[in-house]
């Protein structure tokens, strides 16, 4: 089947980031570095990946911090240069976007996820765009967006990221209720936000990668608010369910929720093994560490 080429991709970054205070006073939390790098750098290089070529951020107040970040860095660059440190030039390389290339828009106040989606309708007009959010952060041998863009080459409709959670951690996610299981795309027949414990539809959650239709934006523009009071993504999405398809993706790669304490700790501990300049040393201090642990129970 050949569906419209997916080049937009929406980045809401406009949340208050309050598991991570006082840091996120003055950080935005995707500027946060996993080893050497901000979040959002993981993200912007998955989307690339993908053949993304217009990105798209919803910020709030106090996220200028993520806008000088794709900026070029005229003096730095110079000084560099001048002291020959080419292969730092190169690393700064990826964090320059094409003028045009990126474009912001605010949300004004933190009414959900959905309601930060919205925020990008202009600019996503009638196309299929992605949604990545920066602080699910994927290690994968081929990144997860692109893995999602292939498949949605064959179904077209919507599409979200899934994997596996324990029936005790469901209630922290959306749910897909599963309808046709096609191993690793998965027809929903169904999908609930943050469902009450014990009532969740099945153990598949759905993680911060999606490719949507248009008229998902049509369906936020009801603003119904949803679980927490806020506008839900994942009900706009759950309306498209018998009128257009959505699929959920058991993508192949590890998840790390950056936007919780414990996610972050495990994705630098991990993200720092898998690289070679630090693995070595890194690693030896990891096993020092467990071996004081287990010395001392
Ligand atoms: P989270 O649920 O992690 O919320 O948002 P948060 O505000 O970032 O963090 P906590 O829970 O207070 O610690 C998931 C994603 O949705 C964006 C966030 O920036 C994050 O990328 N978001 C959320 C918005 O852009 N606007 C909102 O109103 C809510």
Redesign the pocket.
């Known amino acids: 089947m050949k569906q419209k080429k997916v080049s937009k991709a929406v ?10 205070l006082p840091a ?1 006073k003055s950080i935005p ?2 500027i946060m570095t996993l080893v050497d790098r901000p979040l959002i750098q993981y993200a912007i290089d998955e989307a690339r990946a993908a053949g993304i070529k217009e990105f798209i951020f ?3 107040r106090g996220k200028s911090a993520l806008e000088d970040y794709f900026d070029s860095a005229p003096e730095l660059e110079s000084a560099l240069r001048k002291s020959g440190k080419d292969h730092l030039l190169d690393i700064l390389k990826d964090t320059n976007m094409d003028s045009g290339a990126i474009a912001y828009v605010r ?1 004004n ?5 959905g ?2 989606v919205w925020c990008a309708r202009r600019l996503i007009g009638n196309e299929p765009f992605a949604v990545l ?3 699910d952060v994927i290690a994968a041998e081929k990144p997860c967006l692109q893995q999602m863009i292939e498949a949605y080459a064959e179904t077209g409709g919507n599409m979200v990221a899934a994997m596996e959670v324990s029936p005790d951690k469901a209630s922290s996610y959306g749910v897909l209720d599963i309808g046709n299981d096609m191993g690793s795309i998965v027809e929903a027949k169904g999908m609930v936000e943050k469902p009450p414990k014990g009532t969740a539809p099945s153990n598949l959650a759905v993680i ?1 990668r999606y490719i949507l239709s248009p008229k998902v934006m049509t369906n936020l523009n009801r603003m119904k608010q949803g679980a927490g009071g ?2 839900q993504l994942t009900d706009a999405i759950a309306e498209e369910i018998g009128d257009g398809k959505v699929f959920g993706y058991r993508f192949r790669g590890q998840r790390y929720d950056c ?2 304490k414990a996610g972050f700790l495990q994705a630098t501990v991990a993200f720092g093994l898998a690289r070679p300049d630090l693995r070595e040393e890194f690693g030896a201090y990891l096993n020092d560490m467990v071996a004081l642990q287990k010395a001392a129970q």
């Open positions: 980045f809401p970054v406009a949340g208050l980031g309050t598991r991570f996120t939390k995707e919803v910020t709030s949300q106040r933190p009414m959900g996820l309601h930060a959010l920066p602080d911060g806020e506008i936007g919780s």
